[in-house]
């Protein structure tokens, strides 16, 4: 499958590294680099990252936080990592352009689709943090939510698995891996893909997801040539 435009979905607590809390800068300099490959294949890139390396939401109102507080503190914490990947993009001269669901100037620019439709077709790698801009959805949603607005051909989820499996595979040896799965097979088999908001919205619009290791260098570029390395769930 060819892909032209995608919404790449990153997990926060992947840029810790070996760390157990943070941003770890070789982790952080091999997606800069991952990303600026992609680009010299002409594949438009827009980036959601979370901030679980920094602060979750929900695990601030497990602790006796207000959720609502919570929240814009996760949505923050994205801000962070996503001005971080930011400049180690500009570092290796790639153009990016920062967007956010919350109104945080001068480091970013409000989102809108047209705006970072625009942005993806002058050739930007467009980074769209603050999540939704709203308390109670996660990155997952945003990133689903995002990909519908710029109309990408994929959500590409990355993360430190190789796709989907029928249990997981860090605790069950005998997890089974699919290669490919409708909307409807994810959901009768209960398989945690993405959060159930982000992954109604992607069925709805059917939009496909695509998982695959974002933490082995290369996959990334992999997946943009049609290797068969991860999961694809579609219609």
């Not at 680099?33 to 010299?40: F, G, L, Y």
């Not at 939009?207 to 990334?220: H, S």
């Amino acid at each position: 499958m060819k892909f032209n435009r995608v919404l790449l979905k990153l997990s926060g607590e992947s840029l810790m590294g070996n760390q157990n809390y943070g941003i770890e800068a070789d982790r952080l300099n091999e997606y800069a680099n991952e990303i600026k490959e992609a680009t010299t294949k002409g594949v438009q890139v827009a980036i959601v990252i979370g901030g679980g390396n920094i602060f979750r939401g929900m695990q601030g109102a497990a602790q006796g936080l207000d959720r609502v507080q919570g929240d814009y503190m996760g949505m923050l914490a994205t801000v962070i990592n996503s001005i971080a990947l930011q400049s180690a993009l500009e570092e290796i001269g790639v153009k990016t352009k920062l967007l956010s669901g919350l109104h945080i100037q001068p480091m970013t620019e409000l989102m809108s689709a047209k705006k970072a439709i625009g942005y993806l077709e002058e050739e930007n790698v467009v980074i769209i943090s603050g999540g939704t801009g709203n308390p109670f959805f996660t990155t997952d949603t945003a990133s689903a939510l995002r990909a519908v607005e710029i109309k990408a051909d994929v959500v590409m989820k990355g993360t430190r698995v190789d796709g989907v499996y029928s249990a997981d595979p860090e605790k069950d040896p005998n997890a089974v891996k699919y290669d490919s799965l409708s909307f409807d097979e994810a959901m009768e088999k209960s398989l945690k893909i993405m959060d159930l908001t982000a992954f109604a919205l992607c069925k709805e619009n059917k939009l496909p997801i695509y998982v695959f290791d974002m933490n082995k260098v290369g996959n990334l570029n992999k997946v943009l040539e049609g290797g068969n390395i991860g999961t694809l769930v579609s219609e």
